[in-house]
Structure formats: C-alpha cells, structure tokens
C-alpha cells in the first residue's frame, strides 16, 4: 500500500525536536491534495526521513494523534483522519469590528484584576501614569472547552473605574472600552512574535512547556494619540495564524 509522503524539514537544535517534527507533519497533514493516500509510513521509516530518533517521532506522533489528526491501529499502521481539522484563524483585516468578531464563539473566565506599577516594558506607552488597571483572562473555545489563549490587560485607572468586569466576561476590552466606557478608540497597532510557552502559559492553555505560541500586543490609542489600554495575549501555536490583508485601494 502506497504511504503518504510528508515535506521535508531542517531541523533547529534549540527548539525540541518533537516538537518541529509534529509540527512539520501536521502542515503536511493539513495541506494535502485529496488523492494523497491515508496511510503513513512506518515510525523508523519517518524517524529516518526527519532525521531523529524513534523515541522522538514517537512523541510526534503522540501529539498528532491527540489532536486528532492521526489514528493508530495496532498491526495496521497509522493513518491520516481524512476531517482533520485546521487550526482557527484569527483574521486582522483592518477595522476595530474585525478584532472583536475574533473572540466570537469563545468562552471569558476572569483569572483577576487589580492595580500595578507601570511594568518597564510598557512604560513608553503610559509616561503619565505610575500605575494601571491589569485584567487577566483565559479564553476557551465555547464547543469544545479547549484553552485558546489567555490575555492581560493593562488599562488607564480613569477608564477602569467605569469598567464592569462582568463585562469583560462577555466582550473583549475592545468593545467594553468604546461601546460600554465610551472611548474615542483612534487606532489599535498590533504586534504578533512567535515565543516558547512559559510555565504559567503552557499550564493555562495545556501545551507542552517551550512549546511555540503565538505573543500578540495590541496598543490601543484615542482620537489624539494617547494609550488606553494595552493587551498583551498568548495564542496556542497550534490552533491559530495571523492573516493580515492590505487593501490596494
């Protein structure tokens, strides 16, 4: 039986072979044609094609095979599910709405608020404050239960006072911000890296630690130029990309 042929991949030695190989496989997996056979070739013939050891493409495999895009059957093989599903996209598309249709279909649990000291990464954006509004929140997906991403928010302290945090539980700070608070919301500029998940994120969105994530800041501004609010969100690098689309006209 013919076996599904998976992409090639160079391999980085700081980041867990595992890890990469999985991820290497599931793009495959994902951007096959229609006509690619079902069926994967063996563990040692894919631990030689990626260049590691079986114990490795085991765990790859083990991931995969969590996430449903791969089923094994003992003295069959293992073999591509053909409903594999893709990865949620979350789509920039240029408009305040755009960003607040992202968060639909997901579930708002509030981890905490409180107040703290202008942290020294964000004090460029808040020259005139000593200390903000901070919102933590961890978003799931609404049908499945699954972590997708959990967000801190640093806001100005004028702003929190009219913030209803059970608001925040329905609505992103987006939209609590400029149809609930009222703001003149001017712009939003958005930032997005790829970073290795911490102890705290792999624990919140119940990844592997290290394991790629997506670190999204978005500063959002007034009418004149001035920070409200700062959002600071880590994505499950397996669940989501970034589009942005740049109109012509």
Known sequence: MTSFAPDSIVLNRKLPLWYQVSQSLRASILGRSPQDPLRLPTEERLAEHYGVSVLTMRQALKELEAEGLISRHRRRGTFIEPAAR??????????????????????????????????????????????????????????????????????????????????????????????????????????????????????????????????YTGVTYDAAGRVLDVAVINYRGDRFSFTVTLETT
């Open 86 to 215: 893709r990865g949620t996209p979350v789509r920039l598309l240029g408009s305040v709405d755009a960003i607040v249709a992202q968060q639909s279909g997901m579930t708002t649990e509030l981890l905490g608020r409180g107040r703290t000291a202008v942290p020294a990464g964000l004090a460029e954006h808040f020259p005139d404050l000593t200390e903000v509004a901070t919102y933590h929140r961890l978003r799931c997906d609404e049908k499945s239960g699954e972590p997708t991403n959990h967000a801190r928010n640093y806001v100005r302290p004028a702003l929190a006072r009219r913030i209803d945090p059970e608001d925040l539980v329905r609505w992103p700070m987006t939209k609590v911000l400029r149809d609930v608070v009222g703001a003149d919301i001017g712009r939003i500029t958005d930032t997005v890296e790829a970073r290795l998940a911490d102890p705290e994120t792999a624990r919140l969105l119940q990844v592997p630690l290290l394991s790629p994530i997506l670190h």
